[in-house]
């Protein structure tokens, strides 16, 4: 039995998001950048654009988390 299945759906959704946001913002990078060298852009935005990224991660079952998180974790 992997560690990921001892896991409670509350931590592998913790670790899924994390995952999730470490994803985004490498694949994202030039344009969050882009954003955040904009002359329009406020420190209190981060919040802001931090939140839209974690919405991202709502596309994805409890399953599909379980599954990534598992797959993660074996990679590493």
């Known amino acids: 039995m992997s560690d990921s299945k001892q896991k409670t759906q509350q ?6 998001t994390s995952y999730y946001l ?3 913002t490498k694949e994202f990078a030039e344009d969050l950048d882009k954003v955040r060298t904009a002359d329009d852009f406020k420190n209190d935005a981060i919040h802001l654009l931090v939140n839209a990224l ?3 991660t709502a ?8 599954r990534i998180v598992e797959t993660a974790a074996e990679r590493k």
């Open 11 to 16: 931590e592998v959704s913790s670790e899924f």
């Open 54 to 56: 974690q919405q991202g």
């Open 59 to 66: 596309l994805f079952s409890p399953e599909e988390q379980r």
């Open 22 to 24: 470490q994803r985004a």
